[in-house]
């Protein structure tokens, strides 16, 4: 309980000190939207699932302010590290289930998502909930309750992510290794998987009528390199708040690295079968393994559209927590060593937290902070440039009503300013936000950072605006440049 509690503690700290970002107003909007609005638009993507939607829609008729909508998620990663300690438990002993959810709760990364207003932590507890279900059900397979329980959450799964057909797979590839000696399990899998494909198959049928997944907006996905697993495991066990540039990061993944192997071990010698053993190391590295193949651009290989991303597999942190808790405590028994390789660990841990907290450079774009100053220092005849893809921060965070709102081609103007935004009188005062995501797959954001520092040369509206007008302010925010212009010799010229 003392530990449900910390935890508890450690994701309401700052859960509305950052604004909400791109995605997070997504959901605010499908869930605050009427019900047609919400399936038109996650139809018009086609690129989620829609139950977390479904979900979150009573939650945020209470309120859509940041805090409010983060705390469901905040509830699901507690309900995640609460199984997590009973999966522990039941594979091994008491003492690794505690460490294990223990260290998952201290995770920056589960950290992160705990405070995000996605469906990561409710796919996280649903993912451990499907496999706590399959352990039981592989000592009890005529348990019919047991099987209807763990369809649904399969299908719940399927559901919340579309990466949830790897878990499926990741389950299937040790039944179907050990068909032979647990025939009925693998029978009874296989009916409850067609089962949970025919619950999905009305889904897919909608979305392959509205124009299927090729238009889905996933392009901006970087093609992944040979290394990306082993980033990824960096930033499950350090968070993408641990700089990797600091070699005494890379000393502590490497402590984690040992322990994890420790725990795998440990985990085929010591596990009540085969068929156990391999669910977890299945579930452990397969989905990793098939986002990556799919996602890296090899030789001889088609070209295909990325997928890899940290934060859609985060529902592995489990089994990563539990390997790495049960391998230090198999090395702690053994050798003193455990004891001093748990020290860089430890603070690497709490530097990254603390950076996740309070460090700005890590913050998510702050849309809040920068339409405040906008509608604390445009003038009433300002005129603010934007463009559609800032229709939702500025439905979010709305600019004054004094100001002038004009959406604009995301290209230089042609001929004059006037022309190009349709206003026939003199624009005294024009203002323009440049804002750049932070699309690294692990979430590092050197490359969102320096892009902006470098005068965010990618917007080319503001490299036009910057030569053709005096730049009388320009602000910074996380992810967000504020940008002022006026006429020279203009009233307001200053």
Same mark, same amino acid.
């Given at each position: 309980m003392t530990l449900l509690i910390a935890a508890f503690a450690m994701r309401l700290v700052h859960l509305d000190a950052q604004s909400l970002w791109w995605d997070e107003m997504v959901t605010v909007f499908r869930s605050a939207s009427p019900p047609s609005l919400m399936w038109a638009d996650i139809l018009r993507a086609r690129n989620q699932v829609p139950l977390y939607y479904v979900l979150m829609r009573p939650w945020a008729t209470l309120g859509q302010r940041a805090f409010w909508v983060r705390y *469901?998620?905040? #509830?699901? @990663?507690?309900?995640? *590290?609460?199984?997590?300690?009973?999966?522990? %438990?039941?594979?091994?002993?008491?003492?690794?289930?505690?460490?294990?959810?223990? !260290?998952?709760?201290?995770?920056?990364?589960?950290?992160?998502y705990s405070q995000e207003a996605r469906a990561y932590t409710l796919l996280g507890a649903l993912a451990v909930l499907s496999y706590l279900q399959l352990l039981r059900l592989a000592r009890r397979p005529r348990d019919g309750w047991g099987w209807l329980g763990y369809g649904a959450t399969l299908t719940a799964i399927l559901y919340t992510h579309y990466f949830g057909a790897f878990l499926l797979l990741a389950q299937a590839i040790p039944l179907l290794l050990q068909w032979r000696r647990n025939r009925p399990l693998f029978l009874r899998w296989a009916v409850t998987a067609g089962l949970v494909g025919l619950a999905f198959l009305p889904w897919l049928a909608i979305v392959l009528r509205a124009g299927g997944f090729r238009q889905a907006p996933i392009d901006w996905i970087a093609d992944a390199h040979w290394y990306e697993p082993l980033l990824t495991f960096y930033t499950f066990g350090?968070?993408?708040?641990?700089?990797?540039?600091?070699?005494?990061?890379?000393?502590?993944?490497?402590? +984690?690295?040992?322990?994890?192997?420790?725990?795998?071990? =440990?985990?085929?010698?010591?596990?009540?079968s085969a068929l156990v053993s391999q669910t977890v190391l299945c579930w452990a590295g397969?989905? +990793?393994?098939?986002? #990556? *193949?799919?996602?890296?651009?090899?030789?001889?290989?088609?070209?295909?559209?990325? &997928?890899?991303?940290? =934060?859609? &597999?985060?529902?592995? !942190?489990?089994?990563? %927590?539990?390997?790495? %808790?049960?391998?230090?405590?198999? #090395?702690?028994?053994?050798? =003193?060593?455990? #004891? *001093?390789?748990a020290l860089p660990v430890l603070a690497c841990?709490?530097?990254?937290?603390? %950076?996740?907290?309070?460090?700005? =450079?890590?913050?998510?774009?702050?849309?809040?902070?920068?339409?405040?100053? !906008?509608? $604390? +220092?445009?003038?009433?005849?300002?005129?603010?440039?934007?463009?559609?893809?800032?229709?939702?921060?500025?439905?979010?965070?709305?600019?004054?009503?004094?100001?002038?709102?004009?959406?604009?081609? $995301?290209?230089?103007?042609?001929?004059?300013?006037?022309?190009?935004? @349709? &206003?026939?009188?003199?624009?005294?005062?024009?203002?323009?936000?440049?804002?750049?995501?932070?699309?690294?797959?692990?979430?590092?954001?050197?490359?969102?950072?320096?892009?902006?520092?470098g005068g965010a040369t990618f917007d080319q509206r503001k490299n036009w605006l910057d030569t053709h007008y005096h730049v009388a302010q320009r602000l910074s925010f996380p992810g967000i440049i504020l940008s002022c212009y006026r006429q020279a010799g203009t009233a307001h010229d200053g």
């Open positions: *469901i998620s905040v #509830w699901w @990663g507690m309900v995640e *590290i609460a199984l997590t300690y009973r999966l522990g %438990a039941r594979l091994a002993n008491q003492s690794v289930g505690t460490l294990a959810a223990g !260290l998952l709760s201290a995770l920056p990364t589960h950290v992160w350090l968070g993408s708040t641990a700089d990797p540039a600091r070699w005494w990061n890379w000393l502590a993944a490497l402590a +984690l690295l040992v322990s994890f192997g420790w725990g795998a071990r =440990r985990l085929l010698r010591q596990a009540g397969v989905p +990793l393994f098939l986002m #990556w *193949i799919l996602s890296v651009n090899l030789p001889g290989l088609p070209q295909r559209r990325s &997928i890899y991303m940290d =934060r859609y &597999i985060t529902w592995l !942190l489990p089994p990563f %927590a539990l390997l790495v %808790a049960w391998g230090w405590q198999r #090395w702690r028994r053994r050798h =003193r060593s455990a #004891w *001093i390789a841990l709490a530097l990254s937290l603390g %950076a996740l907290y309070v460090d700005p =450079r890590h913050a998510r774009e702050d849309w809040r902070s920068a339409v405040a100053s !906008l509608n $604390q +220092l445009a003038t009433h005849d300002a005129v603010l440039v934007s463009d559609p893809v800032q229709r939702l921060p500025l439905w979010y965070y709305p600019p004054s009503e004094e100001l002038t709102v004009v959406e604009a081609p $995301q290209g230089p103007p042609e001929g004059n300013v006037n022309e190009w935004l @349709g &206003i026939p009188a003199p624009i005294p005062e024009l203002w323009l936000i440049t804002w750049r995501d932070n699309t690294n797959p692990h979430g590092f954001p050197a490359q969102r950072n320096q892009a902006l520092a």
